[in-house]
């Protein structure tokens, strides 16, 4: 069955560095991939979506990579600041759909 | 637009009781979803629609779970009878079909089953 796997560890780093969040999918192959931002207590937000025939898409201070090859998509915020501290959910369509299979996610703690 | 709208945003209720969770969409977009998040699970779909139409319920965990979509703007998710295992923040989110692919959630509703 598919498979999604974010860090579970919490990554901590100093405000002003670059932030780079893992997300691995085992088992399928993806149309594409979205990445949503949680803050405690509300609803996931999209942030982002590559498709599976892109290697990268930017927004702003965001980097989504995608390597079918490696069935890896990596995220990465930079110049992060304390604002960006939340936790960012992987998710991979299920196929061409809209559905959609979300990893556990990785919490994100910015220092100032 | 107020995006998606839930009610209750709490409920507690005892083992046994019927609980119904409600969704208001975006208005104009035709997919709604119907998420539950545990800390063990993670976030897990239960069942999608499109205009009106449920088209893969494949995720909802068994007979006890039941949702419905009697008109655009309206959903329900209904478990009966509830376990303390129902306990989780159920989300609904909805999408445009037309437009994009990212998915705009509610604020959640959590279930609490004592």
């Known amino acids: 069955s598919q498979k999604i796997e974010q860090n579970s560890e919490a990554l901590n780093i100093q405000e002003g560095k670059t932030a780079t969040l893992t997300c691995n999918y085992t088992?399928?192959?993806?149309?594409?991939l979205q990445w949503y931002r949680q803050d405690p207590g509300r609803g996931p937000v999209f942030l982002l979506l590559i498709r599976e025939n892109e290697k990268e898409k930017r927004k702003e201070r965001l980097k989504v990579t995608f390597d079918t090859t490696l069935k890896q998509s990596l995220f990465h915020i930079t110049a992060s600041q304390p604002a960006d501290s939340a936790t960012y959910l992987c998710?991979?369509?299920?196929?061409?759909?809209?559905?959609?299979?979300f990893g556990s996610g990785t919490r994100l703690l910015v220092r100032p | 637009d107020a995006g998606v709208i839930q009610s209750p945003r709490h409920e507690v209720t005892e083992m046994g009781q019927e609980v119904t969770l409600r969704c208001k969409p975006i208005s104009g977009h035709d997919y709604l979803f119907w998420y539950r998040q545990t800390m063990m699970r993670g976030l897990e779909l239960l069942i999608y629609?499109?205009?009106?139409?449920?088209?893969?319920d494949s995720g909802m965990p068994e007979d006890r779970f039941s949702a419905k979509m009697p008109n655009a703007s309206f959903s329900t998710l209904k478990i009966q009878p509830s376990e303390p295992r129902d306990s989780a923040v159920y989300f609904c989110a909805s999408l445009n079909g037309a437009s994009a692919y990212e998915q705009y959630f509610g604020p959640g509703t959590r279930l609490t089953v004592t």
């Open positions: 629609f499109n205009n009106n139409v449920p088209i893969d």
């Open positions: 088992n399928y192959s993806p149309a594409y």
């Open positions: 998710a991979p369509s299920m196929d061409s759909s809209y559905k959609l299979i």
